[in-house]
């Protein structure tokens, strides 16, 4: 009997390990492939298409999941922080899951309902998390806790279609919901070179903003792929000498496209208004946990909660950021930069 449907054959690859996203069948298929996928992630790799979730150890002991709760997952991505969660606040309880990307969120809604969670614990919207409050008239007088990981999901990544990658060929897009606003190679004819430089230095740091503006700029007409960003950045760098010439390339080009990534679906606006929101949607003692992969995110989160302790919205914050273990980091390397910080609602407070 053959693996696949007779009238649908799989996608042929050259040599013994597909390459492309798309020839990536038994990863594609997780609960079909089980072993398979198995190997890959006991090797320290995300197999295409999924996405390993986080510091989920952590999480779950800053939220402190209870039955009968009312939680938030206001990233659901691909579900795994999720399924963890509703693993703890049944029976009795209720997990609200939004995210904005209309490609994945039913793909994970349909994982999810196979796993047994149906509509009476799990409620599944499209929605930006900048949106939350619109949530509390289904949460009644608000959440128990809140989660918010804020990390591009790897079967996002991974997809060449989706523009959010310079490893392989792919339009320049990077929106998290394609159907709504200008990908990035619309947004780059739309800017002047200083416009490039200022978003590409805020939004990653980048230390050599000005080089790689000014030949984005350049050839701003010709920038229509996620290829021909990555060379841009690259002969931007030509002259610059490092020790390590494509090491630093390489981090460059990722801070170009994140830094894009941010301007394309106006990610700081994004979360600004969640940390205004928090307050708001969480009941008297309840438990954020916001997990961020770079300065720009970390630095509001921490001064959130900061100010909101200084004020006595917050009775307790972390201090320092929780860092994902030795263990993770080398099983997820995606895991490395991830930086967890949470807070405590206080009693009586809004």
Known sequence: MSEEPANKRRVRYSGTHPRRFEEKYKELNPDKYVADVRKVLESGRTPAGMHRPICVAEILEVLNPQPGETGLDATLGFGGHAREILSHIVPGGRLFGIDVDPLELP????????????????TVKKLNFAGILKLLPEAGDGFDFILADLGVSSMQIDNPERGFTFKTAGPLDLRLNPERGQPASSLIQTLSESALEKIIRVNSDEPHSKEIARLIFKYRDKITTTTTLANAVREALEPVKFADWEKEVTKSTQ?????????????????????????????????????????????????????????????????????????????NPRSKCAQLRWAVKAADKL
């Open 255 to 331: 801070r170009t496209f994140q830094a894009l990534r941010i301007a394309v679906n106006d990610e700081f606006s994004a979360l600004d208004q969640l940390l205004l929101a928090l307050p708001f949607a969480l009941k008297s003692g309840g438990r954020v946990a916001i997990l961020a992969f770079h300065s720009g995110e970390d630095n509001r989160v921490k001064k959130s909660f900061e100010e909101g302790f200084k004020s006595g919205i917050y009775s307790d914050y972390s201090k320092f950021p929780i860092r994902a273990t030795a263990r993770e980091r080398y099983d």
């Open 107 to 122: 793909r994970t809604e349909s994982r999810l309902r196979g796993l047994g969670f149906d509509e009476t614990v799990l």
